[in-house]
C-alpha cells in the first residue's frame, strides 16, 4: 500500500468511527431522517460563512454549518409545532428549502471558488490525501485525518461525560426530565454533534455518504445487541469495517469510493439482518421451525398421557389414530413419533405408541407450563 | 413582459413551461396522497434511489430516451419502498432508520453505476449528472410528451380506484373491515408515488424531487378540508410552482430544480400564513378577537355582581381598584373603554364606574347563557 492510500483508509476509519457515534443515537430516538436533513442544510451554512470569511479552509465553515443544522431541527420543529403539518412534511419541507438557497448561492458562485454542489453531494475522498496539514513545512498528514480526529475526539468525550444522561433522555425521555435533566438540552447537543460531524465528514466522503456511516452501522448493531455501550462499540466497528470494505471494492470495480462504501453498508445491514445470532431472520425460521417440532412433541405426548389407563387407550394410542386426531399430515406425524421415539419418550409395542417414564415426565411438564 | 411574449413564441420557453406544468400537476395530485399518509420521507428516500435506475437503465440499453430512464427510475424507487417495508416488518428496524439507510445505499449504488458509465467512451453519457439536480433548459418536445403520458397514467389510477385511495388514506382499519384489500391498495399507491417522482427526475432532479411531492400537498391541505379539492389544489399549485420556477430559473440562469422548490416552499409559507380558518394569521386573530370578547364579559360579569350587592341603586358608581387587582389594570381599563362606547357602561364624576341599565339587562342575559348545565338540575 502506498503513504496516500493509507491515508485514504485512515481518513475513512476516522470518519466512520465518529459518524457511528451519534448516528446510534439517532437511530434509537428514531430520528435517522435528520441526519438526511442536516447533512444536506449544513451546505448553506459552509456557503454563508464562505461569504462571510472567503476562505475555503477557515474553521468558521464548521460553526456556520452547525449553526445551519441546528436552525434546521429550530425550523422543522417551529413548523410542526404550529400543528398546520406533521412532522415528517415539515422534514420534507424545510430541508430542501434551505438546500435549494445553497445550490443557487453557489451557482452565483460559479467558476470562482472550487465549491461545487456535486462534489459536497457526492465527495471525493481521493483527494484527501493531497490536503496537506503541514504546519511551519513540517507535513502531519492530511488535514481531512486532523480534523476528523478532533471530531471523534469530541464526539467520543461527549459520549462518555454525558452518557448518563444520553441514555435517560433516549430510553425514558419523561424520567429524564422528572429527574431533572432536560431531554430539550440533550436533544439540541445531540443534533449539533450531528451537524459537527457531519460538516467534517462530508468534505471528505460527501453528503449521502454521511447518512450511510450514520445510520447504517447502528441499524446493524441495534439487531445484535440490547446493550448501549456495546450497540456503540459495534456500530464503531461495523462502520470502519464497512468503510475499508468499501475502499477496496471501490479499488476493484475502480468506481467511486463513496459510493462503494454506502453500498458495503448496504450489504453488512442485510448481512447482519439475515444471519444476526438472536434477531437475524435466518436464526428466526429456525426457531420457529424447532418450536413447531417441540409443540408436535408435547401434544403427542400429553394425547398419550390423557387417555393412559382408560377404556379408550388402544383406539387412541394406534399411530395412525394421531393424523387423524391432530390432523397431521401423515409424513409430519410420522416424523413426530420418529423423533419422539428417538429421544426415548415413547415406544411402539403392538401397534401402540406408550409413554416411556421420561415421557410420562416429559408430558405432565408440557401440560402444567 | 419579454418573458410573457416569450413563452407563446419562443420554442424552448413553450416547452420548459408545458413540461414544468405537466410535472406540477402529477407531483401536485399524487403528493397530496403521500402528504395526508405521512409518507413525505418516503418520497425522499424513493427519489434519492431512482438514482442507479437511471444509471443503470443507460447502461444497459444505451439508450437516453426519457421512458427508458424513467423505467429504471421507478424499478430502483419502488424497490427501496418495497425493501423499506420489509426491513420495517421483518426485523425491529424502526421505518426512519429504513428509510435513511435505503436512502443512501441506494444513492451510493447509484453512484458507483454512475462511473462505469463516466468511463465509457460513449458521447451519450452527457447530461446524466443532471439527473441529480435538473435541468429544465435541456428539455425536449418529446420529453414532455413522454411526461405527460405517463403521469396521465398515474392520474387516471387515482380517479379509478378515488374511494378505494380516499378511504385507505383517512381510515385504513375500516377499510380492511369492508373487506378491502389493503395491503395491495397500499403498495399500488406508493406504487404511484414513484410515478410522481420518476415524471419530475430530468426537470428537478433526485435530490429536490421529495420537496415537488410534499410542498403542493401541504400547501392545499391549509386551504380545505375536503380531499378532491385538496388533490385538484394541490395540482394547481404544483403546476404553478413548476412553470414559475422554471420561468426564472430560465431567465435568472440558476439551476431549474432548486428555484422550482424554492417556489413551491414560497406557496407553502403563504398557505401556512394566510388560509382561511387554518392558516396563523387568521387563528391567531381569531383568538385575539376571542380574548376581546372574553374580557369584556368578564368586566360587565363583574360590575353586576358589585351592583347585586347593592340592590337599592343599580347604577350607584363603584370603585374599579378591585377589579384593576383581580384581572389588571390594561385588560380592566380597556374593557371599561369598549364597553362605554357600546353604551353598556358609564363612568360616573369622581371616577366610579358602573353598568348602565341596558348593561345590566345584558349581563343579566350573559349570566344566563353562560350558566353551567349544572345549575339547571
Redesign the interface.
Known amino acids: 500500500m502506498t503513504s496516500a492510500q493509507i491515508d485514504v483508509l485512515l481518513v475513512a476509519v476516522v470518519v466512520a468511527a465518529s459518524c457511528a457515534i451519534p448516528g446510534t443515537f439517532l437511530?434509537l430516538r428514531?430520528?435517522?431522517?435528520m441526519?438526511?436533513a442536516i447533512s444536506?442544510t449544513v451546505l448553506l451554512g459552509i456557503v454563508l460563512a464562505f461569504f462571510v470569511v472567503a476562505d475555503l479552509n477557515s474553521p468558521i465553515l464548521i460553526l456556520g454549518a452547525a449553526l445551519v443544522g441546528l436552525l434546521t431541527v429550530v425550523l422543522v420543529e417551529v413548523?410542526s409545532r404550529?400543528g398546520?403539518?406533521?412532522e415528517?412534511?415539515a422534514?420534507?419541507?424545510v430541508f430542501?428549502?434551505l438546500?435549494?438557497?445553497a445550490?443557487?448561492l453557489i451557482?452565483?458562485l460559479a467558476g470562482n471558488v472550487h465549491l461545487d454542489?456535486?462534489a459536497v453531494?457526492?465527495g471525493e475522498i481521493a483527494f484527501a490525501p493531497f490536503n496537506r496539514f503541514a504546519p511551519f513545512g513540517v507535513d502531519l498528514g492530511p488535514i481531512a485525518l486532523w480534523v476528523m480526529g478532533a471530531i471523534l475526539l469530541v464526539n467520543l468525550a461527549g459520549t462518555f461525560l454525558f452518557f448518563k444522561e444520553l441514555k435517560l433522555a433516549t430510553f425514558d425521555p419523561a424520567l429524564a426530565a422528572a429527574l431533572g435533566f432536560s431531554p430539550a438540552l440533550v436533544h439540541y447537543g445531540l443534533m449539533a454533534v450531528v451537524s459537527v460531524t457531519a460538516v467534517g465528514a462530508f468534505d471528505a466522503v460527501g453528503s449521502?455518504?454521511v447518512?450511510?456511516l450514520?445510520?447504517?452501522p447502528?441499524?446493524a448493531a441495534?439487531?445484535l445487541t440490547d446493550r448501549l455501550p456495546r450497540m456503540l462499540g459495534l456500530s464503531v466497528v461495523i462502520g470502519a469495517a464497512s468503510a475499508v470494505g468499501g475502499y477496496w471494492l471501490?479499488r476493484l470495480?475502480?468506481?467511486?469510493i463513496?459510493?462503494?462504501?454506502?453500498?458495503v453498508?448496504?450489504i453488512a445491514?442485510i448481512l447482519v439482518?439475515l444471519l444476526a445470532p438472536q434477531?437475524g431472520?435466518v436464526a428466526t425460521a429456525r426457531r420457529h421451525r424447532r418450536q413447531r417440532w417441540t409443540f408436535a412433541r408435547q401434544m403427542l405426548l400429553i394425547h398419550l398421557a390423557t387417555h393412559e389407563g382408560t377404556p379408550t387407550e388402544v383406539d387412541e394410542s394406534r399411530p395412525d389414530h394421531m393424523q387423524r386426531h391432530m390432523r397431521w399430515p401423515p409424513a409430519f406425524g410420522n416424523r413426530v413419533v420418529q423423533t419422539a421415539t428417538e429421544r426415548g419418550l415413547i415406544v411402539l409395542e403392538n401397534d401402540q405408541l406408550r409413554l416411556t417414564p421420561q415421557g410420562r415426565q416429559a408430558a405432565r411438564e408440557a401440560a402444567v407450563r | 413582459m419579454d418573458v410573457l411574449s416569450d413563452l407563446f413564441l419562443d420554442y424552448t420557453l413553450r416547452t420548459v413551461a408545458l413540461g414544468s406544468a405537466a410535472l406540477g400537476i402529477v407531483s401536485g395530485a399524487l403528493g397530496a396522497f403521500a402528504v395526508l399518509r405521512r409518507q413525505a420521507l418516503l418520497g425522499d428516500a424513493m427519489s434519492h434511489a431512482a438514482l442507479p435506475g437511471v444509471a443503470l437503465a443507460f447502461l444497459i440499453t444505451g439508450s437516453r430516451a426519457p421512458l427508458v430512464l424513467m423505467i429504471g427510475a421507478a424499478l430502483t424507487g419502488w424497490l427501496a419502498a418495497v425493501a423499506i417495508v420489509y426491513i420495517v416488518r421483518a426485523s425491529r428496524t424502526n421505518t426512519d432508520t429504513a428509510m435513511a439507510l435505503m436512502l443512501s445505499v441506494f444513492f451510493g449504488a447509484g453512484l458507483v453505476v454512475l462511473t462505469f458509465i463516466q468511463r465509457q467512451p460513449a458521447a451519450g453519457k452527457a447530461g446524466l449528472d443532471k439527473f441529480l439536480f435538473g435541468q429544465a433548459a435541456a428539455m425536449l418536445e418529446s420529453d414532455v410528451i413522454t411526461m405527460a403520458s405517463v403521469g396521465a397514467v398515474g392520474l387516471l389510477g387515482v380517479l379509478v380506484l378515488w374511494k378505494e385511495f380516499k378511504l385507505l388514506s383517512f381510515d385504513p382499519d375500516f377499510a380492511a373491515t369492508l373487506g378491502m384489500p389493503t395491503r395491495r391498495l397500499d403498495m399500488l399507491l406508493t406504487s404511484l408515488l414513484v410515478i410522481a417522482i420518476v415524471v419530475g427526475l430530468k426537470t428537478v432532479g433526485v435530490v429536490l424531487m421529495s420537496a415537488m411531492v410534499v410542498a403542493p400537498g401541504a400547501a392545499a391541505r391549509q386551504w380545505t378540508n375536503r380531499l378532491g379539492v385538496m388533490v385538484t389544489l394541490s395540482a394547481l399549485f404544483g403546476a404553478a410552482a413548476g412553470v414559475l420556477g422554471a420561468l426564472l430559473s430560465t431567465t435568472a440562469q440558476t439551476s431549474t430544480g432548486p428555484t422550482i422548490v424554492l417556489v413551491a416552499t414560497g406557496l407553502v409559507v403563504v398557505s401556512l400564513l394566510f388560509a382561511p380558518t387554518r392558516g396563523l394569521v387568521w387563528t391567531r386573530m381569531h383568538a385575539w378577537r376571542s380574548q376581546r370578547i372574553l374580557a369584556l364579559e368578564a368586566v360587565m360579569s363583574d360590575l353586576a355582581a358589585l351592583a347585586a350587592q347593592h340592590s337599592s341603586d343599580a347604577t350607584r358608581p363603584h370603585d374599579v381598584a378591585a377589579l384593576h387587582a383581580v384581572r389588571g389594570r390594561a385588560l380592566v381599563d380597556r374593557a371599561l373603554s369598549e364597553l362605554a362606547a357600546d353604551g353598556l357602561a358609564q363612568r360616573h364624576d369622581g371616577g366610579g364606574w358602573s353598568l348602565t341599565p341596558r348593561g345590566l339587562a345584558e349581563a343579566d342575559r350573559l349570566a344566563r347563557l353562560r350558566r353551567a348545565p349544572s345549575d339547571f338540575l
Open positions: 437511530v428514531r430520528m435517522a431522517m441526519s438526511d444536506h413548523v404550529t398546520l403539518v406533521r415528517d412534511t422534514i420534507g419541507l430542501p428549502a438546500f435549494s438557497i445550490v443557487i451557482s452565483s454542489s456535486d453531494l457526492l449521502i455518504l447518512v450511510a450514520m445510520i447504517g447502528p441499524a441495534y439487531l471501490a470495480l475502480d468506481a467511486n463513496a459510493g462503494s462504501m454506502a453500498t453498508v448496504g445491514f439482518l434477531r431472520l
